[in-house]
Nanobody, 112 residues
């Protein structure tokens, strides 16, 4: 069964950066659109960024200019570079494709 595992979350101060990783097993990520989603407490899960198999990327307005999604085919991993973080970015972050189900996610907490 295809599976994605998220990692890289943690506690960071406002203005700081984190780089999340989404690693696939039994799935070749370069063949799929991979989306990064976040779910803050009490809110619905929402799409933050995605990278298509072509390499084209899209971002939610709230993260444009701050987040960057990329893919490293050799490691079968998709990354989410998160810069200029603020407390509103606090959430559990997930990655997903159409061929996979939701994983455990990785917690990002932005706080001083």
């Amino acid at each position: 069964q295809a599976q994605l595992v998220e990692s890289g979350g943690g506690l960071v101060q406002p203005g700081g950066s984190l780089k999340l990783a989404c690693t696939g097993s039994r799935i070749t990520l370069r063949a799929y659109t991979v989306g990064w989603y976040c779910q803050a407490p009490g809110k619905e899960r929402e799409l933050v960024a995605k990278i298509e198999s072509s390499g084209r990327t899209n971002y939610a307005d709230s993260v444009k200019g701050r987040f960057a999604v990329s893919r490293e085919n050799a490691n079968n991993t998709v990354y989410l570079q998160m810069n200029s973080l603020n407390p509103d970015d606090t959430a559990v972050y997930y990655c997903k494709t159409t061929a996979t189900w939701w994983g455990q996610g990785t917690q990002v907490t932005v706080s001083s």
